[in-house]
């Protein structure tokens, strides 16, 4: 059970050092448009509204694979139920998207799929890639 919740915790570091490199160096992929400045507005949230879709592939390879990788870790890790394990780490990020949905003002259509696609589906292909479901 400690090497499980161990699991967890690596898996959600390890997921979340992905999760922010890749927001970190997706503007180098996709520059944002010159006359966009992405800084908090006065209710503390950011507004993307100005942005492009091209501008928000990275923002959702960050989720998707961070919660991908994060699974796959933590299945790697643990020593039982490594499907629960990967989804447990899909679920932690999901919650995190939730709130950052609140926070970030993103159309609507990426709201929903980035919700829907970007965390518990990857979390479960990432336990999949780190040995859920294989036989002993």
Do not use: Q
């Not at 503390?44 to 694979?65: D, Q, S």
């Amino acid at each position: 059970m400690v090497r499980n919740i161990l699991a967890v915790i690596a898996g959600l570091v390890i997921g979340g050092l992905v999760n922010m490199g890749i927001v970190m160096t997706g503007g180098l992929l996709v520059a944002p448009p010159e006359s966009t400045e992405m800084v908090p507005v006065l209710d503390g949230t950011i507004t993307w509204l100005v942005l492009e879709p091209k501008h928000l592939v990275a923002p959702f390879l960050a989720h998707a694979l961070g919660s991908l990788v994060g699974a796959a870790v933590a299945a790697l890790i643990s020593t039982t139920n490594k499907m629960m394990v990967g989804l447990i780490v899909g679920f932690v990020t999901l919650l995190g998207g939730i709130a950052a949905a609140f926070l970030i003002r993103a159309p609507m259509w990426f709201v929903a799929l980035d919700l829907i696609v970007a965390y518990i589906p990857m979390a479960w292909i990432g336990a999949k890639l780190g040995g859920a479901g294989r036989a002993r």
